[in-house]
């Protein structure tokens, strides 16, 4: 076990020692996840096994991290939690990821060694919500909006009628 995570990793290596890391990942390096968050504070705590299971080269373990979304009713912060359980098959074909057994996805690898942080940011990736909610009615109260609108509505006039250039060019015999 590592106090502090590697930036690369090998997978298939790591595997074959049967390692374990452990750590934390800041979420300000995720650069994809960046853009859904209202805030990069804070970090996702890593904890992934390495091993061998037969020809089966896997990485299982778990991912949390507490991600700071914006509501999708009320457009404030939202404290979004995420617990994933990672199951994934390291694969280096097409025809190795349609073998795998139905638990594992397939974590296709063409070079040695990856980024570890893009294994944890695609997990988060999948795990955040379509449409982000408080789990309370958090709807805008639009009270004062009411009242801006009723109160401009009695000092205008009724909107004019778009067809009636129309009709009196029809009087004037222009039309």
């Known amino acids: ?91 280096t074909s097409i025809d190795q990821a349609d073998r795998l057994p139905e638990v594992y996805e397939p974590l296709l690898i063409d070079e040695e060694k990856i980024l570890l942080k893009d294994i944890v940011e695609d997990e988060l990736l999948l795990a955040l919500p379509t449409f982000p909610k408080h789990q309370h009615d958090c709807s805008v109260p639009d009270a004062d909006f009411n009242k801006e609108a009723s109160s401009s509505e009695e000092v205008q006039s009724p909107p004019e009628n778009p067809f009636s250039i129309l009709a009196k060019l029809k009087k004037t015999g222009d039309l």
Not at 49 to 71: D, N, Q, S, V, Y
């Open 1 to 91: 076990m590592l106090d502090r995570l590697p930036e690369y990793i090998d997978p298939l290596q790591l595997a074959d020692k049967r390692a374990e890391l452990k750590g934390e990942i800041p979420l300000s390096s995720l650069d994809r996840l960046a853009d859904t968050l209202l805030n990069d504070t804070g970090a996702v705590a890593v904890d992934l096994f390495f091993g061998r299971e037969g020809r089966l080269a896997k990485i299982e373990g778990h991912i949390e991290a507490i991600l700071e979304l914006e509501c999708q009713s009320c457009l404030q912060a939202v404290k979004w939690p995420v617990s994933a359980e990672i199951k994934l098959g390291i694969v």
